[in-house]
């Protein structure tokens, strides 16, 4: 009998290290993250700091963000250098005004246009019409009148600065990620920490964009609803295109 | 106008973005993901043909697809023979097929995308270890496909058979593949705009026709192959050059234009 047990321990041993699954030498691997942190260790970022890979729908996220951005500020841009076009010679005490929040929105459309080339997202599809489309809006409304562009920008950043908030309101709290170092303490890498102090930034300066144009007359636009909520309407319609195209 | 403009963007840029130095030493790294790619010292990939296949390197999957390409495909074809051979080589049940199916819906085309994706990967490595320019990188690929070369035309017309899985295949590692070498040669400028996906479609419309033109090509060492891709790059180049140039000599036409009728008319 003890004989038996003796013969039998190895086999025994044997079949309880083999798991149930036949299939799961198949399956990709989840403990090969250490290997490859080795391999990257050399880029002097330490364990501590490193987190699992983020998921496909994080990275999506992410993807559609720095697209989305990229269009509104290109949009952004484009209004007021269609405002600027209109108005620096009509009403000279604006123009110091347009040329400032301009160059602001430039410096965002580049930030953007940087991130958009460093992480290969794909720009949006309809970037031609963004650009014709936003031009227009903008010296369109310069055209009605200068409080029209102000109103113009009024409804614009205020749709600008929610969707902001609605993108820091996720990143913030989606993009916790547990560490490599298996302390299971979880956090946000410093990437994603940037990408949200840059769009702080940006919110910032696009409500103070609002706050200007309610300065400088905004609401003695002549039919002010109509062109407020009509070009939020196109702002909404343009940003939930540009988040997917 | 907009060159007084850019001027100040651009000391504007550099006075502002204290903070985007930061990004720069992590943009040092690796960058060759279709998606949002977080940088790799941050998060770590779980293998090297994430997220492009769903098994690793060093899985039973890749090891068979590796055999076949390099022992049978050359002789049997890209078929099912082949790849049966290729797991009796290696021990394997011929039931594996059914595993090896699984991401595509069929073990003959999972076996041209393993073809595509190592080779990108290959790409990677090769333009990795210095500079390299899009012509080097461009042949590079092509001389990839020189083991498999007699099987080439096969390849192309599995992949352009009109079934959505190898469309899917076929049409996104081309993709892939053209953003690669936008990505990693040197001598590219990328886009922010729309010329971002005319330059890419491009660069696959070159790739095509100089693969189709390798199918066929009987030369020594497929030096008329190279030839000819050279020749379609350089197409691509000249119709870039050309669109850009007229796009500026308009953009001044209608500038000064403007500036003309405003100044007659104040």
Known sequence: MIKNQAILSPLVSALKKRSFSVLSPLKTTTATFNESAAETNDNQVPISSQYKPLSGAQRAYLDRVIRVDQAGELGADYIYAGQYWVLANKTPHLKPVIQHMWDQEIHHHNTFNNLQVKHNVRPSLFTPLWKIGAFAMGAGTALISPQAAMACTEAVETVIGGHYNDQLRALNTEFEVEKLDGSKVSGKSVEVKELIETIREFRDDELEHLDTAIKYDSHKAVPYMLLTEGIKTICRVAIWTAERV | MSQIKTNSIITNVFNCTAKLTSFKKISLIQNTHRFYHPNTTEYPKPHSYFPYLTYAPDSIQAKILSNCLQKHVPNTGINERSLINSCNDLGQSSTMLSVLSAPSNSAVL???????????????????KNDKSLEEIFLKRLELNKPISNQLSAL???????????????????????????VLANDIKESHDFAWYSKRMGLSVAYVSSELFMAQDKSENFK???????RRLDNWRNYGTMYNNTEEFLWFQLMSGLSFVRSQTA
């Open chain 2, 156 to 182: 192309l017309s599995h992949l352009t058979s009109p079934f959505p899985s190898n469309l899917d295949v076929g049409i996104q590692e081309l993709h892939n593949l053209s953003n690669d070498f936008v």
């Open chain 2, 110 to 128: 999972e076996l041209i995308k393993f073809h595509l994706v190592t080779s990108r990967l290959e790409l990677f490595h090769f333009a990795s």
């Open chain 2, 224 to 230: 008329e192959t190279m030839e000819f891709a050279k």
